[in-house]
T-cell receptor
Framework: QQQVKQSPQSLIVQKGGISIINCAYE??????FPWYQQFPGKGPALLIA?????SEKKEGRFTISFNKSAKQFSLHIMDSQPGDSATYFC????????????FGEGTQLTVNP | GAGVSQTPSNKVTEKGKYVELRCDPI?????LYWYRQSLGQGPEFLIY????????DSGLPNDRFFAVRPEGSVSTLKIQRTERGDSAVYLC???????FGYGYTFGSGTRLTVV
């Protein structure tokens, strides 16, 4: 069962542009929504995360927007840079599950110089 | 250590063989997780340890998979009678405490290829 759906599968953006990746979840019990960045040959690294009691969280060039009623959340990368080229995963979990994360399928982002 | 260490980084084995994958978590991290990542997919949960005990092993696909963490630090994922479908990157992660807000630290994974 695909509990977290992510789109698009791949994304190409010009340097300086805005990258937007979207995720939708099914389980309303989820209460933590992180985004991970993964470079080839490396494990995922936590980028930014949000809890459902806020609608937006910003850290530097990265912003999560969260829509609880629509069960959707998105990652915005402002002023995208070639060094941002990586695979991005959204995820979700329930605190009571001991932080067992359910991941989306990933978005391969390419930022052209 | 400074990060989560996984060994070996690559493992090629023949179908039907037994393999062990090792994870050294960050010192002091009580929670340890194993995930499996197939090509082009997101990581899929396998098992979660809190201390020495497996708190949740519901992600293990079948009884060929088993994991231990005898002293609450290093963990070993064991796969018996490997099949070609077991080929994937096996990721280990640790966190100071379970529960959101702390985040995981993942290792770089072990790429398992079953031929």
């Amino acid at each position: 069962q695909q509990q977290v759906k992510q789109s698009p599968q791949s994304l190409i953006v010009q340097k300086g542009g805005i990258s937007i990746i979207n995720c939708a979840y099914e389980n309303t019990a989820f209460d933590y929504f992180p985004w991970y960045q993964q470079f080839p040959g490396k494990g995922p690294a936590l980028l930014i995360a949000i809890r459902p009691d806020v609608s937006e969280k910003k850290e530097g060039r990265f912003t999560i927007s969260f829509n609880k009623s629509a069960k959707q959340f998105s990652l915005h990368i402002m002023d995208s840079q070639p060094g941002d080229s990586a695979t991005y995963f959204c995820a979700a979990n329930r605190e009571t599950s001991g932080s067992r994360l359910t991941f989306g399928e990933g978005t391969q982002l390419t930022v052209n110089p | 250590g400074a990060g989560v260490s996984q060994t070996p980084s690559n493992k090629v084995t023949e179908k039907g063989k037994y393999v062990e994958l090792r994870c050294d978590p960050i010192s002091g991290h009580t929670a340890l997780y194993w995930y499996r990542q197939s090509l082009g997919q997101g990581p899929e949960f396998l098992i979660y340890f809190q201390g020495t005990g497996a708190a949740d092993d519901s992600g293990l696909p079948n009884d060929r998979f088993f994991a231990v963490r005898p002293e609450g630090s290093v963990s070993t994922l064991k796969i018996q009678r490997t099949e070609r479908g077991d080929s994937a990157v096996y990721l280990c992660a640790s966190s100071l405490n379970p529960g959101f807000g702390y985040g995981y630290t993942f290792g770089s994974g072990t790429r398992l290829t079953v031929v």
